[in-house]
C-alpha cells in the first residue's frame, strides 16, 4: 500500500533571472547595493518594501514577510535608478537592471 500524502506540496521559487538561484541572485544584489553605498534593511512593519532616504543616508527597507520574489524585484527595481554600470557585476543581472531602467523610463516619458 502506498503511503497517504498530507499537508501542501513545497513548491519550488521560479527563478526571477533563468539560471541564477534567487538565493544567490539576492545575495548578489545586496552586494550591489553595498557597492553603492546603499544599506538594505530587512524589517517587521505595516509598510511596502522600498528605498527611501534617511538624511543623508540611502536605505532600501525590505518587509521580512515579504515574498523572496517580490522582494528581489523591489531591490532590482530601486538598483535600476542607479549608476550601477560601472560595477563588476554579472552580465544577465546587468542586463536586467539595464532593461528595468529602460522600461521605467519609457513609463514615465510624456508622448
Same mark, same amino acid.
Given at each position: 500500500?502506498?503511503? #497517504? ?51 543623508? #543616508?540611502? @536605505?532600501?527597507?525590505? #518587509? ?6 517580490? #522582494?528581489? @524585484? ?12 560601472? @560595477? ?8 536586467? @537592471? ?14
Amino acid at each position: 500500500m502506498g503511503r #497517504k500524502r498530507t499537508g501542501s506540496k513545497t513548491q519550488r521559487e521560479k527563478p526571477v533571472i533563468a539560471g541564477i538561484v534567487n538565493e544567490e541572485l539576492m545575495q548578489n544584489l545586496q552586494d550591489i547595493a553595498s557597492q553603492l553605498g546603499i544599506q538594505v534593511r530587512h524589517e517587521k512593519g505595516d509598510f511596502r518594501s522600498a528605498g527611501c532616504r534617511v538624511e543623508e #543616508k540611502k @536605505l532600501i527597507i525590505l #518587509k521580512k514577510t515579504d515574498a523572496a520574489e517580490t #522582494k528581489i @524585484l523591489t531591490l532590482m527595481s530601486e538598483l535600476a535608478k542607479l549608476d550601477f554600470e560601472k @560595477l563588476d557585476i554579472p552580465p544577465a543581472i546587468h542586463d536586467r @537592471l539595464r532593461l528595468m531602467r529602460i522600461q521605467t523610463v519609457e513609463e514615465n516619458s510624456v508622448v
